[in-house]
């Protein structure tokens, strides 16, 4: 299985770029890279996902490395709004009868004015 | 929010009570999950189902079964309950088979076992 690593915790402040990275030294070659983000009393909510190189979209972008081992979420121009915990999460046998995520502790990330 | 809901949203109970939980989706997902979180652990897999009547364990599955006879609706039991079982429950459902698949989860269910 392919755990993951991430900063319990992230300080910054409104209008700044927010950069979370992951390693994920066992990543699997079929694996792909999923991000999540959780507001308190809240389920998960899916934010992006990517396989190698860049992936954009309206919420954040997503940078993975050649060699997979990590990858780093983008967030532009954070809000208070923003202040969530954030998972990275690598699929496990997808296609096989399995399929469970694994999910880590997350990186807390607080906004502040 | 993928269609999906969880009953109860709120439950207090006593030690040694059976409790059952259950999570109903709309839009016929063949996967279902039960997540626990608790404070400085993060999300831990309980169950989780890849059909009717197929199931499977997770990470923290002492404690709890599960059943799914139909395909909406995928129930948590915890025969008798504990208070290491106090905690906050989530349903989720994953889109598909494939890679790049994702997963949806429910609003949750808090359980506070006395």
């Known amino acids: 299985l392919a755990k993951t690593t991430q900063p319990i915790s992230m300080d910054s402040y409104e209008g700044q770029e927010v950069n979370i990275t992951c390693s994920h030294n066992n990543i699997a070659t079929n694996d792909y890279i999923t991000w999540y983000q959780q507001f308190p009393s809240q389920g998960p909510r899916f934010i992006i996902q990517g396989y190698k190189t860049k992936v954009t979209n309206e919420v954040a972008s997503l940078f993975i490395p050649a060699d997979r081992k990590s990858s780093t979420l983008s967030l532009p121009r954070v809000s208070l709004s923003d202040t969530a915990v954030y998972y990275c999460l690598v699929g496990d046998e997808y296609g096989g009868s399995q399929g469970n995520l694994i999910f880590g502790k997350g990186t807390k990330l607080s906004v502040k004015p | 929010d993928a269609g999906i809901t969880q009953s109860p949203r709120h439950k207090v109970t006593e030690t040694g009570t059976p409790v059952t939980l259950r999570c109903h989706q709309t839009?016929?997902?063949?996967?279902m999950y039960w997540y626990r979180q608790d404070p400085g652990h993060g999300l831990r897999l309980i169950h989780y189902?890849?059909?009717?009547?197929?199931?499977d364990k997770g990470e923290v599955s002492d404690g709890y079964s599960v059943s799914r006879s139909k395909t909406e609706d995928f129930l948590l039991t915890l025969e008798s309950a504990t208070s290491s079982q106090t905690s906050v429950y989530f349903c989720?459902?994953?889109?598909?088979?494939?890679?790049?698949?994702?997963?949806?989860f429910g609003p949750g269910t808090r359980l506070t076992v006395l």
């Open positions: 839009e016929n997902h063949r996967y």
């Open positions: 189902s890849y059909g009717v009547k197929d199931t």
């Open positions: 989720a459902i994953r889109t598909g088979t494939g890679s790049t698949d994702t997963q949806y």
